[in-house]
């Protein structure tokens, strides 16, 4: 299960990059929010990271080439808005075909389910924009939203508040982070930071799981039951 754990791990994939590390961001960005194979790819993580290793004195210590700043903070949003506008298209375009697979290592129906209760509960625009800091749910929300004809220039809209929002702010928390800590350090601090960040991230699909199976309790309880008053129907 070690290639799983790589492929979670951001450190892992701007190590690989090497000197191409800010254009492997950029390019993870737009496949893991406009192609329904990216999901399983670093996004909250990796931009954090990212934010960190923009450090120069960071990067130096972790071997790692320094991430340009400006290219980062200009590029994963448009990347981040062209992926998520290709996967809108791509969703109404096709409809629920796009979706009329078997389930796969890489393909589950439940991800789609999970996308749609997520629009369903929040509306179009809260969903496009919250979606973004969920994972899996951000993959499968742009194509989703197509499916269910929201709007394209609607769409577009919140596309691009969610966008940036969601890749400046991570950028800009990791940027800072890297300045506060010491270079020498940076290897006790990232791998937690991460986890915490992952662990943050999954936080709205916990509380929905458990608010499903409350409702489903509920739903289970006879509703024929007559409640008894002193002893009297």
């Known amino acids: 299960m070690d290639w799983l754990w790589n492929l979670l791990d951001p450190t892992w994939w701007l190590t690989i990059l090497g000197a191409f ?5 950029l390019a993870i960005i737009f496949a893991e929010t406009g192609l329904l194979l990216g999901f399983f790819l670093p996004g909250d993580s990796l931009l954090v ?3 960190i290793f923009s450090s120069a004195a960071v990067a130096q210590g972790m071997g790692i080439t320094p991430l340009s700043l400006p290219v980062l903070l200009v590029g994963t949003p448009l990347c981040a808005i062209a992926g998520a506008q290709l996967g809108h298209f791509l969703g109404a375009r096709f409809g629920r075909r796009m979706f ?3 389930d796969s290592r890489l393909f589950k129906r439940e991800h789609v389910l999970r996308a749609e209760e997520f629009f369903e509960k929040f509306g179009p625009a809260k969903a496009v924009v919250l979606a973004r800091f969920v994972p899996i749910v951000r993959t499968f929300m742009n194509p989703v939203a197509g499916v269910l004809e929201m709007p394209p220039k609607r769409f577009l809209v919140w596309n691009v508040i969610g966008g940036i929002v969601w890749t400046e702010g991570l950028i800009l928390l990791g ?5 506060e800590v010491d270079p020498k350090q940076i290897d006790k601090y990232i791998l937690p930071g ?3 960040i992952v662990f943050i991230s999954i936080i709205p699909i916990i509380v929905e799981v458990i608010k499903k199976r409350r409702g ?12 008894v008053t002193n002893g009297r129907h």
């Open 194 to 196: 991460v986890f915490l």
């Open 175 to 179: 940027n800072a982070l890297g300045r």
């Open 21 to 25: 590390a800010t254009v492997g961001v």
């Open 100 to 102: 009329d697979k078997p």
């Open 216 to 227: 489903e309790k509920v739903a289970a309880v006879p509703s024929g039951k007559h409640r």
């Open 49 to 51: 990271a990212a934010g």
